[in-house]
């Protein structure tokens, strides 16, 4: 479900779980653990990348659905856990957002250095509201630190989808590229990155993210309990079964 490539000192993640890469339990256990191995086996920048036109379709709502309460629970953790390596990772981070990255993929990308995506009919968005899901405070807390809070209050409430080019209008991606292009671009940025005085580099990174941290920090601790709560309202789960109803049309 994770593909791991070597381009020398740099090591891109690559999602690869047909059809659409859907982030179920069992992938988001493995980036966590990829990510949180990845400086300790001698990676000195990391890419986290999808398939051609597919970053990934977001969290897997077949398998959401199916959950109770002590699964959701593993599962939301599990997620944050997610968000948690990525903040913490000392080592440079890009994005490669090769394809359609809504929801889950917006959030994660979010929390990377570097976010490149390729230009193309492609989506993005922090969809969550659609499916009646509360936004949690850590993750609207890294939305305003990047976009700043009127574009953050506008995209989360929403939950609108938006393309390519909105996406960097907004400040969600930093860079457009040909579909073809867009590992070899954050290849190249995490290089540029690489190639700078490292240690002073390093150390200045870990400062300039420090905000990011600390707010996901302090609202780690009841963020899984308020999640639950909200996913047992009758409105977030007739959302999800709509939601549902139309991936099986889709199908």
Known sequence: MLQRIEHGEILELRLDRPPVNALNLALLEEIAEAVEKAPGGGAAGLILSGSPGLFTGGLDLVELAGLDD???????????RVLEAVVRIPIPLAAAIT????????????????????????????????????????????????????VAADLAVTGRLFDPEEALAL?????????????????????????????????????????????????????????????????????????????????
């Open 99 to 150: 394809g359609h990255g809504p929801a889950g993929g917006t959030v994660i990308s979010l929390y990377c250095d570097r976010r490149i995506m390729a230009r193309g009919e492609y989506r993005l968005g922090f969809s969550e509201a659609q499916i009646g899901i509360v936004m949690p405070r850590s993750i609207l807390s890294a939305m305003e630190l990047r976009l700043g809070w009127r």
């Open 70 to 80: 002590a699964g959701m629970l593993r599962f939301v953790r599990t997620f944050f």
């Open 171 to 251: 400040g969600v991606v930093d860079e457009l590229v040909e579909p073809t292009e867009v590992v070899p671009a954050a290849l190249a940025w995490v290089q540029g990155v690489l190639a700078l005085p490292r240690e002073p580099m390093l150390e200045t990174r870990r400062r300039a993210r420090q905000p990011l941290l600390e707010a996901l920090s302090s609202h780690l601790g009841g963020a899984t309990e308020s999640f639950l709560h909200w996913w047992r309202h009758p409105q977030a789960r007739a959302a999800l079964e709509a939601a549902l109803a139309r991936l099986k049309g889709d199908g």
